[in-house]
Every structure is written in structure tokens, then in C-alpha cells.
């Protein structure tokens, strides 16, 4: 049996008749979405079209009830920017730099190279413009403070992973009281950064290894896990969960992953776990 879940709590009766001739079964409301369970495995791109709204198929061995971890990328998936790409705005370079994250993203730059490549381009920049992004720029996605709220509640750990930097995470650790966190230092000497990361560069490889960790940490097996990102540098992260959220992700990784949100914000997860 499959069980789709449809990330909206308002559907017209014409959407509900279309669901139920689809996948030849009646949708039953939640608590903020609809779900059924069927024989049916539909191929659900023209679902999500025609009823303009997220809608996803859970794998058999998942059990939202089970899950304890969930580790999440942060630009672009946690908060609504790309925090190198702000921080070049304050040289003047933003386009310059966005080009090289965007071409990462897609996996079509080594992450490590990339990084590297665009934190040299901020060399010199006082210390200070960093808080200035923080204050000014940065915003969490929709969704984030409830879902948050709600893995509280269900005693769901939050692992923060980020091949940004701890300027950012260490910030948003406090604020939301994350049990996790994992980015990387810039350098700074005589209150401007030099150009260069601090020691080893996360990246990919960093962030599955830290889901395989705290895995372990906390006894438990991967079905249990949860992974969320939006670029090519999460999918090694995210094939080492027991189920992988694209959220309003690059291409190359929604065709890799679970589950696609591209609509609803980050509160959707809530639904996968209630379901």
C-alpha cells in the first residue's frame, strides 16, 4: 500500500472528486492536511499541478511516530538566504559570488573548490558586516519556528549542518535552541576576514558523517532519521536517512530525494511526521 499525504487543509470539493477518481480512494482531512492510503502508485507531477499544492508518497518502511533526528541544511532550507552571498553583497560582489553558489548547488562545482574560491573573494571585509547580514538579511523560511516548536514537543532532536559558516549556525543555535550544530569558521585577523576557512572545510562528506554520528550517539537506525537540504552538497547527507525532504531544492536533488516541497513551507515536515 502506498500513503500519499497533500500538504493543504483547504480543498474545493471539485479537488477532493479529483483526488478520489486519481488514486480511486477518498482523501481524509488532518490535522492541516489530507491523506489516504492506496493500492495505487501514482506518478504525482500532475497531481501537484493540477491541485497546486505539495504532495507526497511516504516510503513503506517510514513511521513518523519513530523518527528522533532530523539534521537540515541551513541556507536556503532553514533560512531564506545564502549567507556567503549576502556577506559578498556587502563588498559589492554579490553577483559575482551567487554565480559560484548557484553552479555548486547544482553540483556542478566541487563544493570544497567552490567555497574556497568565493570566501577569497571576501578578504579584507571588517567583521562586523557579518552581524550586519544577520541583523538585516538574514530570515528563517516559513514554517520554521512551528516545526521547531513541534520536534520540541515530540522530543525530536534538531542537528543544524551548514557548509556556511558558525558566524550564522552559533547565532541560530541560541536563538532556537538547536541540539546541534556544524559549519565553518572564517578566519578573521585584525577584525576583517583573511580569505580563508578555519581548518578542514565542511562540505557533503562532513555533513553524512555528522548524521552517521549523531546516529550512533543516539542508538538509532535509520529509518528513524530525517534529512533536509536543498543542494547537490546535502545529497550524501540525505541518502544516509531514512528519508530525504527536498525543500524548494535545485532539480538535480528533488529527483534524488523522497520527498519534494516546493509549495508549503517548512511546517509540511510536521505533516510527514504526523502522518
Known amino acids: 500500500m502506498n500513503k500519499y499525504i497533500f500538504h493543504d487543509a483547504l480543498f474545493s470539493d471539485q479537488d477532493l472528486s479529483y483526488i478520489s477518481k486519481v488514486f480511486d480512494t477518498k482523501a481524509e482531512p488532518n490535522d492541516g492536511f ?8 501514482v506518478e504525482l507531477s500532475a497531481v501537484r499541478q493540477a491541485l497546486n499544492c505539495d504532495v507526497s508518497r511516504l516510503p513503506d518502511h517510514f513511521d513518523g511516530q519513530q523518527v528522533r533526528l532530523i539534521v537540515t541544511d541551513m541556507d536556503s532550507t532553514l533560512i531564506s538566504i545564502e549567507c556567503i552571498d549576502e556577506i559578498a553583497d ?4 554579490k553577483p559575482k559570488v551567487s554565480s559560484i553558489t548557484e553552479a555548486a548547488m547544482r553540483g556542478e562545482l566541487n563544493f570544497e573548490e567552490s567555497l574556497t574560491q568565493r570566501v577569497a573573494l571576501l578578504k579584507g571585509l571588517p567583521v ?3 552581524q550586519r547580514v544577520y541583523d538585516e538579511r538574514l530570515k528563517l523560511n516559513p514554517g520554521a519556528e512551528k516545526l521547531n ?3 520540541k514537543q515530540s522530543k525530536i532532536k534538531l542537528a543544524l549542518v551548514s ?4 558566524f550564522f549556525t552559533e547565532k541560530l543555535k541560541n536563538r532556537l535552541n538547536l541540539d546541534y550544530t556544524l559549519a565553518n569558521t572564517l578566519e578573521v585577523a585584525d577584525g576583517c576576514l583573511t580569505g580563508a576557512v578555519e581548518g578542514d572545510i565542511v562540505g557533503a562528506q562532513s555533513k553524512a558523517d555528522l548524521l552517521l554520528a549523531l546516529s550512533k550517539e543516539l542508538g538509532l537506525a535509520q529509518h528513524q532519521v ?4 536543498d543542494g547537490a552538497n546535502d545529497l550524501l547527507m540525505m541518502n544516509c536517512a531514512g528519508l530525504s525532504v527536498a525543500y524548494h531544492a535545485k532539480p538535480t536533488v528533488q529527483a534524488q530525494t523522497d520527498i519534494q516541497l516546493n509549495h508549503r513551507g517548512l511546517d509540511a515536515v510536521v505533516d510527514l511526521l504526523k502522518a
Open 149 to 151: 516548536d513541534y520536534l
Open 90 to 93: 556587502m563588498l559589492g560582489i
Open 226 to 229: 530525517i534529512a533536509m537540504g
Open 163 to 166: 557548509g556556511g559558516f558558525t
Open 128 to 130: 562586523g558586516e557579518l
Open 34 to 41: 489530507y491523506s489516504l492510503t492506496s493500492p495505487q502508485f
